[in-house]
């Protein structure tokens, strides 16, 4: 039987394996069996045929495994990796009291294509997934939550973005519970996703919280992912105007914005200072989540025998090098 320190250092290997060896714009409409509320959001259980396979019990003492992905997450964005005036206590103290690596590059810049990478430890060259929401994982690849659910682990993927919808990503495969949250965004001239639809951390992390209370008991594996750092840039407050408290006539975070900027405008430094702010703001709240699981954890008595992995799909680029977002290209 493995040691918790092989089992941490095997699944962080793992990650490094895989990032450091490592828009077509969807028809706009309801993603299949995706509700949104006018307040808050609706859950969206998926039903799942899943094939059947052979189940072996875990072995006795075989730790939890949270995977936590955020997406668009720079490394210049968190405390530990340099940023004195980041505000992440808790991702820097998980880094500081665990492992993290300085040299971990995206497979490709685009959220599922990065994901299958991790989840199957391939490249896009290998699993085909090189086209963010047309290309999907075929079912002949082995994915992590697959392997884990063979092993006895109960498995589940509490995501915030319509990209995971099993019928843009095929990552679905291994999980008893697959479930999407999205808020209602109420864009005007929607021509995205992003135009009606975000995810939100704390959202997200109440189903991460109600789902762990209710499956506590047994070895899980918890895949959850955050979109907030995704343009639009919209931080609850008070992150909001954490970083940048009075920035009159600034630009907002809007997808107005968003768009202006794809169309080749140019922006002031100092709106391009409050947009990086208005991001800085969006991974604060998300390490606040992030506390909060982490303190659920351990008020459920898990914390200990629980791994816990954290990493992101891509960075962003705003306007570094000329170029905006997360394009194409690995910067």
Known sequence: MWSKRRWVVALLVLAAIILGASLVKSRLGQP?????????VELRPVSLSLPEVEVRPAPPGSPNVLL?????????????YGN?????????????????????????????????????????????????QA??????????????????YTTAGLYSWVSFEPQYSGLQQGFDNYQGYLVPTHGA?????????????????????EWLAQNREMPFFVWTHYNDPHFPYAPPAPYDTMYDPDCDGCVDGSMNTIKRIAQGEWLSDKDI???????????????????RIVAGLDEMGVRENT???????????FAENGLWFHPGILQ
């Open 32 to 40: 299949a069996g995706l509700t949104m509320a006018e307040e808050g």
């Open 68 to 80: 936590i992905t955020i997406d668009t997450l720079r490394a210049d964005a968190l405390g530990v």
């Open 84 to 132: 004195t005036q980041a505000f992440t206590p808790t991702l820097d103290s998980l880094a500081r009291g665990g492992a993290f690596f300085t040299a971990a590059i995206s497979p490709l810049p685009q959220t599922n294509p990065s994901h299958t990478a991790i989840f199957t430890g391939t490249y896009p060259p290998t699993n085909r997934v090189r086209i963010h």
């Open 135 to 152: 290309d999907i994982l075929d079912d002949s690849f082995t994915t992590l939550a697959e392997a884990l659910k063979e092993n006895g």
């Open 189 to 209: 001239n929607p021509e995205r996703w992003e135009d009606v639809f975000d995810g939100r951390a704390d959202v997200t992390t109440d189903a991460v919280l």
């Open 273 to 291: 200072a409050h947009l990086r702010a208005l991001y800085k703001g969006e991974v604060s709240f998300v390490d606040s989540q992030i506390a």
């Open 307 to 317: 791994v816990i992995v954290v990493t992101a799909d891509h960075g962003e680029a």
